[in-house]
């Protein structure tokens, strides 16, 4: 058991809309916090390498925390991150996704912080 980067991309939606993909497995809920600081630098270093105007992120989750636990430390990890925050505030769109290997969605959950211009 242990936590993994599977997939790190940049596709284009609809032919031009670039939003940044990401495939996290997490099995290892002891070794989280630090591996989440690889995943920030991971992230950080793939939306530095998109097109300016990428504005959509999804993290999609296979594993043993729930996307609100999830959410809880990637709000964590974008308060101490100035680049992070950064590039977290000029998102249109941000969500994780959990699901099964099988491809089975569980459930799914805005990484936005919840503001009153967005209430997600």
């Known amino acids: 058991m ?3 980067i599977h997939n790190l991309d940049t596709k ?6 670039p939003i940044l993909v990401v495939g996290l497995d ?3 809920l002891d070794g989280i916090e630090p591996f989440m ?5 991971a992230i950080k270093l793939q ?8 504005a959509t992120l999804l993290i999609s989750i296979i594993g043993l925390i729930s996307t609100e636990e999830f959410k809880e430390l990637w709000l964590q990890a974008v308060a101490r991150d100035q680049i992070l925050s950064f590039f977290m505030s000029r998102m249109d769109k941000a969500m994780v996704i959990r699901g099964q290997p099988d491809g089975t969605f569980l459930e799914e ?3 936005l912080p919840v503001t009153d211009a ?3």
């Open 2 to 4: 242990s936590n993994r």
């Open 12 to 17: 284009l939606a609809q032919g031009s809309v």
């Open 26 to 28: 997490l099995d290892d």
């Open 37 to 41: 600081m690889e995943v920030v630098e």
């Open 47 to 54: 939306r530095m390498r998109s097109p300016p105007e990428t």
């Open 109 to 111: 959950a805005s990484l």
């Open 118 to 120: 967005n209430p997600n």
